[in-house]
């Protein structure tokens, strides 16, 4: 204990974590088990860097997602509630910086061999990378029948994440196959440098390429970002771990002389920041980099990550200081020796005893169902049992009883969400579904989209295929096909050869006339390009709305609304939303911590356009909210606050916890899923750390489902429980099989449809070793699930809400009620509100006013 400790960002921490948090100099490895605390000393070490008079944009860390980043930024500004907001802290993922990085550098790179990136590319998502090879593939005179676009695709994402761009490629091809590809992925990126676009992989291949290459750019990045701390290290790939020792440095030696050359350069130092670099930066030359992790919950090896990351960190920073954090501060006893009890099985592992600090609690409990609706509707009665009883507890450990907020239910893939949505549904429990990506895949606001992609790079053709003839301008694929011929003879973009589209020979002149007023169009929110002038909309939601609205977005969809399309007044909603989601990131923006947009001025000019112009805010806005929209992430969905239950895939729940935890469909094929034990029959441990990763998000409540039979594709199959329940320790979890109590029902529920019955389904039983042992664990049919008995589905009308009337809810805003349903307490209302989607509520607890 020294004078350290008694630093208030040190309180609430255990030895070892104010250990981590105060040791800020040189390399550091944090090496813990779940919910020991290794997101929040990373929080906490932000703080603390700051308090030591750390300027705020010598400090970098990144997360796994979007949101875990704007939380962390929250915590830390909370943790520094007295002082001055941290206003160039770079908080961030992976994608996120890159992005900017590329963004604020690739000018920085013209000239270079391949390189062919502007400023102001765009990003494409995986629908516009299928796009633009389904044309490769057409090109090169072969069929997507042979050469699937999405595996194509998937070998060259392999490729990118080893940091082989197509030249390295080819040059490492040597069989058929391979050259096969090699061509494909060199056609590929050429066809994206033409539309001046990359894809997400590009992203950190691109920026590792101008680091390595550029000295200039690696010498202002090191420069700048002297403290690196990187939060789930054991999921990074190849190429995010030769990024992050891009990011501090090759050498100690090396990142020292850095600082006196370049320093004067630093960018982006605001006002109310001090003007001149700490003049004895702390800790100046260490490598400053501090990574946290844990092995043991390392899930994207089916995309890249590298485990050896993690485990060789010590031989890539030698001498760097190892603290391992022995306390679960998140789950009770019970529930972290089922979990511990899994992981064990594991081979390929070192072993790390946790202390439960919470004490004692309720085992977790494993029910094998009859079928996905029983399941589904286990997992209703225990949420309902829960809430009545409060036996989940409150976060604090009381028993009061537990809000919807507290329940999570995840699973392997998003194909099993369905049913257990219809039921929640039905019970009339709020419930959201995280995926982040949703909104955005829908096709109006993906036109949308492509309008803003277009504005902001006209060069962008996948976008601009898109929308041409969206709503219909009577440019039709042919007169398209005609204009992109003419624009590959002469090696301009399509936008360019539409500008004077008189000119191309065999182009109809309507098609030509519509082609010009086309680009007026774009020309008109973008004063031609220079983004001046008094057509040039005034901020970033005045140019979505009228992007939308002037290109005839709108009336397109209005008019199909008119004809009483339901689903189209939706898509108007939608449209809506987006200007409203503009208006929100313009207010939230902080060009501080926006590496691509702090230019200094003297940068500035230097990088600046051929006509000597900086880009003008509103495009730099503009390319943020694309750069934005394209990274979101499934997991940036997760909303605490939304007063539900939260339903994801395993594989997003990483990092969050939850007192209630439900995992469903834990059979063999799902978890471990098919793919995993084709790929490694031996043993599926990745699956396993999945299942790890579920099971140590709960705080106190954990329930585990099976079910017997499952219908896949609409063929219901006898499944095998997964070994995994097998593995978990007898002692330590509650198994009841279920599956016998369930079929009366089940008939009575679903009315007597289903001729084949579950009974007259040839049983072929149990197959695998572990399934056998699941079997004799299971032993005798315990009580039926309580609430399994009939329920009321059918919609009711209600007198105080019919369908189509118009409310406000407090949170979700207005809404028109789609449909009310179920009785007394269970009466709920499904509501589609203008800005939240559709949601159904419990009308007793929604709080709804009629408009
Ligand atoms: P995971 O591996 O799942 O990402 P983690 O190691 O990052 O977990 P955190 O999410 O940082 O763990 O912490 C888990 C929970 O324990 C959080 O609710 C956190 O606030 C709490 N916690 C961490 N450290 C302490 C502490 N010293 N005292 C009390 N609560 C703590
Ligand atoms: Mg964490």
């Given at each position: 204990m020294n004078d350290r400790d008694d630093h208030p960002l040190l309180a609430g921490l255990t030895a070892a974590q104010r250990d981590a948090v105060a040791t800020v100099d040189g390399p550091l490895l944090i090496l813990a088990g779940p919910g020991s605390g290794k997101t929040r000393v990373i929080t906490r070490r932000t703080a603390y860097l700051l308090t030591l008079g750390v300027p705020p944009w010598q400090i970098l860390a990144l997360t796994?997602?979007?949101?875990?980043?704007?939380?962390?930024?929250?915590?830390?500004?909370?943790?520094?509630?007295?002082?001055?907001?941290?206003?160039?802290?770079?908080?961030?993922?992976?994608?996120?910086?890159?992005?900017?990085?590329?963004?604020?550098?690739?000018?920085?790179?013209?000239?270079?061999p391949r390189w062919g990136v502007r400023g102001d590319y765009t990003i494409y998502d995986t629908d516009d990378q299928t796009s633009l090879m389904k044309r490769v593939i057409a090109d090169l005179g072969l069929t997507t029948g042979n050469w699937s676009p999405r595996t194509v695709l998937g070998q060259i994402s392999a490729a990118k994440n080893q940091l082989q761009d197509a030249a390295a490629f080819a040059a490492g091809a040597a069989d058929f196959h391979s050259k096969m590809i090699a061509r494909l992925y060199d056609a590929y990126e050429r066809g994206l440098r033409h539309a001046n676009a990359v894809d997400f992989d590009d992203l950190l291949m691109l920026s590792v390429r101008m680091l390595r290459e550029n000295a200039d750019v690696r010498n202002e990045v090191q420069a700048r970002w002297k403290y690196l701390m990187i939060d789930e290290y054991q999921d990074t790939n190849h190429a995010q771990f030769v990024l992050s020792t891009m990011l501090v440095g090759e050498s100690a030696g090396?990142?020292?002389?850095?600082?006196?050359?370049?320093?004067?350069?630093?960018?982006?130092?605001?006002?109310?920041?001090?003007?001149?670099?700490?003049?004895?930066?702390?800790?100046?030359?260490?490598?400053?980099?501090?990574?946290?992790?844990?092995?043991?919950?390392?899930?994207?090896?089916?995309?890249?990550?590298?485990?050896?990351?993690?485990?060789?960190?010590?031989?890539?920073?030698?001498?760097?200081?190892?603290?391992?954090?022995?306390?679960?501060?998140?789950?009770?006893?019970?529930?972290?020796?089922?979990?511990?009890?899994?992981?064990?099985?594991?081979?390929?592992?070192?072993?790390?005893?946790?202390?439960?600090t919470r004490g004692d609690g309720h085992r977790p409990e494993v029910i094998l169902c009859r079928d996905e609706h029983h399941e589904a509707a286990v997992v209703v009665d225990w949420i309902r049992a829960l809430r009545e009883f409060g036996a989940a507890g409150g976060a604090d450990g009381s028993r009061s009883a537990p809000a919807w907020k507290d329940f999570a239910i995840f699973y392997r893939n998003n194909a099993l969400s369905r049913v257990v949505e219809d039921a929640l549904r039905q019970a009339g429990m709020p419930h959201v579904i995280v995926r982040g990506t949703a909104f955005y895949q829908r096709e109006e606001v993906k036109?949308?989209?492509?309008?803003?992609?277009?504005?902001?790079?006209?060069?962008?053709?996948?976008?601009?295929?898109?929308?041409?003839?969206?709503?219909?301008?009577?440019?039709?694929?042919?007169?398209?096909?005609?204009?992109?011929?003419?624009?590959?003879?002469?090696?301009?973009?399509?936008?360019?050869?539409?500008?004077?589209?008189?000119?191309?020979?065999?182009?109809?002149?309507?098609?030509?006339?519509?082609?010009?007023?086309?680009?007026?169009?774009?020309?008109?929110?973008?004063?031609?390009?220079?983004?001046?002038?008094?057509?040039?909309?005034?901020?970033?939601?005045?140019?979505?709305?009228?992007?939308?609205?002037?290109?005839?977005?709108?009336?397109?969809?209005?008019?199909?609304?008119?004809?009483?399309?339901?689903?189209?007044?939706?898509?108007?909603?939608?449209?809506?939303?987006?200007?409203?989601?503009?208006?929100?990131?313009?207010?939230?923006?902080?060009?501080?911590?926006?590496?691509?947009?702090?230019?200094?001025e003297a940068r500035a000019a230097a990088l600046a356009g051929p006509d000597g112009a900086a880009t003008p805010p509103l495009l730099a806005l503009l390319r943020a909210y694309l750069e934005r929209v394209s990274l979101v992430a499934d997991a940036d969905a997760v909303d605490p606050a939304s007063g539900a239950i939260t339903l994801m895939t395993l594989h997003a729940a990483k990092g969050l916890e939850f007192p209630a935890v439900a995992m469903i469909g834990l059979e063999e094929g799902l978890l471990p899923s098919m793919r995993a034990m084709e790929n490694d029959p031996g043993e599926p441990e990745e699956e396993r750390r999945l299942c790890f990763v579920g099971i140590t998000r709960a705080m106190q409540r954990l329930l585990i489902t099976s079910a017997k039979y499952r219908s896949v594709r609409g063929l219901r199959e006898r499944t095998i429980p997964s070994r995994f329940i097998a593995e978990l320790p007898a002692q330590d979890v509650i198994v009841s099989d279920q599956s016998e109590s369930w079929e009366e029902d089940d008939f009575i529920r679903r009315g007597i449809e289903d001729d084949q019955g579950p009974s007259r389904r040839p049983d072929s039983g149990p197959r695998s070793p572990a399934a056998r042992k699941l079997l004799d664990t299971f032993g005798g049919s315990s009580p039926r699930s309580p609430g399994s008995a009939p329920r009321t589905r059918a919609p009711v009308d209600d007198p105080q809400f019919p369908a189509g009337c118009k409310v406000r809810h407090p949170q979700f805003g207005v809404g028109t009620v789609r449909e009310v349903s179920g009785l007394g307490v269970n009466r709920r209302a499904t509501i589609a509100f203008l800005q939240a989607g559709t949601k159904t509520l419990i009308l007793q607890y929604a709080k709804l006013e009629r408009v």
């Open positions: 796994f997602t979007n949101k875990a980043a704007g939380e962390m930024r929250e915590r830390v500004d909370r943790l520094l509630e007295q002082g001055p907001p941290a206003r160039g802290l770079t908080i961030s993922t992976f994608h996120a910086l890159c992005a900017r990085l590329l963004r604020r550098y690739a000018p920085m790179m013209e000239g270079a090396e990142a020292g002389a850095s600082d006196a050359s370049s320093v004067e350069g630093l960018p982006g130092i605001e006002d109310d920041e001090p003007a001149a670099p700490d003049p004895a930066p702390r800790g100046g030359g260490r490598r400053n980099v501090c990574v946290v992790g844990d092995p043991d919950q390392s899930i994207y090896g089916w995309r890249g990550a590298d485990i050896a990351n993690i485990l060789s960190f010590e031989e890539q920073y030698p001498g760097a200081k190892v603290i391992a954090l022995g306390e679960n501060f998140r789950s009770t006893a019970p529930i972290l020796r089922a979990a511990d009890g899994l992981i064990r099985h594991n081979k390929r592992r070192k072993h790390k005893p946790l202390i439960a036109d949308a989209v492509a309008y803003l992609r277009v504005v902001a790079n006209p060069a962008d053709e996948v976008s601009l295929r898109r929308i041409v003839n969206k709503p219909a301008r009577k440019l039709g694929t042919t007169s398209i096909e005609k204009l992109a011929e003419a624009a590959a003879a002469s090696g301009r973009t399509l936008m360019d050869t539409m500008r004077d589209a008189a000119r191309v020979g065999d182009l109809t002149p309507a098609a030509a006339g519509a082609a010009r007023r086309f680009v007026e169009l774009v020309d008109q929110w973008t004063g031609g390009g220079s983004f001046m002038g008094a057509s040039v909309p005034d901020s970033l939601p005045d140019l979505v709305s009228r992007v939308i609205s002037e290109s005839g977005l709108e009336g397109h969809y209005r008019a199909l609304r008119d004809k009483g399309n339901e689903e189209d007044a939706e898509r108007l909603a939608n449209l809506e939303e987006i200007v409203s989601s503009a208006r929100d990131f313009q207010e939230q923006y902080d060009a501080a911590s926006d590496p691509a947009s702090d230019l200094g």
